[in-house]
T-cell receptor
């Protein structure tokens, strides 16, 4: 079965640079969620979109923004990157009240 | 803020035994709970879910129990296998708020002894 696709899988950036992470949800899923997971930590919810509209907002820094496009894929834009932004970033998708299914994440390293 | 937590960070069991992973939640408004399994280098994998109008739900080799009185959730894995080694997270949310994000617990590392 098709899963959530995230790209890139690995990304290395320097402080103050920008990064864009992409997420392609499971076909027919209408909702996308973004999470951040630090080393040894649980995933922290950042933001979600339903039918291309922002739905819920968690602990997303003001330096980050996201959107969902007409084909339902989503992008997380990160600016003025800091060392503390080094983490795994997961995207999840769902259809209605079906459970959220996660991709394998993008590992972001800030040098 | 309110959060979901786990009692034990590491659980070691013998292969073939049953495993029980516990979780306490504090947000009384939560009405939907999910267990995820996360293997190294991978994203959380859905195991089983339960809504607050139920107190037990069974899947293949897994059972989730929900005790709303004491705000407690548990995952039981029958006949544990080496492939069950992973970190297990419980997560909770309120389903009436639209596409609300999940609040995860701290994770339990399940280790299978041969």
């Amino acid at each position: 079965a098709a899963g959530v696709i995230q790209s890139p899988r690995h990304l290395i950036k320097e402080k103050r640079e920008t990064a864009t992470l992409k997420c392609y949800p499971i076909p027919r899923h209408d909702t996308v969620y973004w999470y951040q997971q630090g080393p040894g930590q649980d995933p922290q919810f950042l933001i979600s979109f339903y039918e291309k509209m922002q739905s819920d907002k968690g602990s997303i820094p003001d330096r980050f923004s996201a959107q969902q496009f007409s084909d339902y894929h989503s992008e997380l834009n990160m600016s003025s990157l800091e060392l503390g932004d080094s983490a795994l970033y997961f995207c999840a998708s769902s259809l209605g009240w079906q459970p959220q299914h996660f991709g394998d994440g993008t590992r972001l390293s800030i040098l | 803020g309110e959060s979901v937590g786990l009692h034990l960070p590491t659980l070691s069991v013998q292969e073939g035994d049953n495993s029980i992973i516990n979780c306490a939640y504090s947000n009384s408004a939560s009405d939907y709970f999910i267990w995820y399994k996360q293997e190294s280098g991978k994203g959380p994998q859905f195991i089983i879910d339960i809504r607050s109008n139920m107190d037990k739900r069974q899947g293949q080799r897994v059972t989730v129990l929900l005790n709303k009185t004491v705000k407690h959730l548990s995952l039981q894995i029958a006949a544990t296998q080496p492939g069950d080694s992973a970190v297990y997270f419980c997560a909770e949310t309120y389903s009436g708020g639209g596409a609300d994000g999940l609040t995860f617990g701290k994770g339990t590392h399940l280790i299978i002894q041969p």
